[in-house]
């Protein structure tokens, strides 16, 4: 049984002479000297039943014994591919992180965000391979994912 505890915690942000990876998560996630965005993934993974996470599952179907269910009735050039869950898409985020992908900034609301080439279609629609993430106001939680449409 797993235990999260869910309080201030001091935290390090260090530097490893010639080598800026680390592994984070019990996955192991290797990420590059990034703790911000890798502690915003991990925060919001470990912590699913929370009510931030419904905003981050409106943009993923939700599959059942009725069909493939698109809970807000988003176009689909918003959905991501059937099948796949914020979960994969954050873990496959925070690998990419890692590996020193991404362009980073901040989004028109004043927040973090990530924009992602997954090398892949990604949305339901076939129509781009990037993903943009937004970290939440407090800078600890990823506040909301979607499936980037570069214009």
């Given at each position: 049984?797993?235990?999260?505890?869910?309080?201030?915690?001091?935290?390090?942000?260090?530097?490893?002479?010639?080598?800026?990876?680390?592994?984070?998560?019990?996955?192991?996630?290797?990420?590059?000297?990034?703790?911000?965005?890798?502690?915003a993934i991990k925060n919001t993974l470990g912590n699913k039943a929370s009510g931030f996470t419904s905003h981050l599952s409106d943009h993923f179907y939700?599959?059942?014994?009725?069909?493939?269910?698109?809970?807000?009735?988003?176009?689909?050039?918003?959905?991501?591919?059937?099948?796949?869950?914020?979960?994969?898409?954050?873990?496959?985020?925070?690998?990419?992180?890692?590996?020193?992908?991404?362009?980073?900034?901040?989004s028109a609301k004043g927040v973090n965000q990530v924009i992602l080439d997954f090398g892949r279609?990604?949305?339901?629609?076939?129509?781009?391979?990037?993903?943009?993430?937004?970290?939440?106001?407090?800078?600890?939680?990823?506040?909301?994912?979607?499936?980037?449409?570069?214009?």
């Open positions: 049984m797993k235990e999260f505890l869910y309080s201030d915690t001091r935290v390090y942000n260090f530097e490893v002479e010639d080598n800026h990876n680390y592994y984070v998560s019990e996955k192991g996630i290797l990420v590059h000297n990034n703790c911000e965005w890798a502690s939700i599959i059942n014994k009725l069909g493939d269910i698109n809970p807000q009735g988003r176009a689909i050039s918003q959905m991501f591919k059937k099948g796949l869950s914020y979960t994969d898409v954050l873990e496959e985020a925070a690998l990419r992180m890692g590996r020193g992908e991404g362009t980073f900034g901040t279609l990604i949305n339901e629609s076939g129509t781009t391979t990037q993903v943009r993430i937004w970290m939440d106001e407090t800078a600890t939680r990823i506040g909301s994912v979607h499936p980037y449409l570069f214009k």
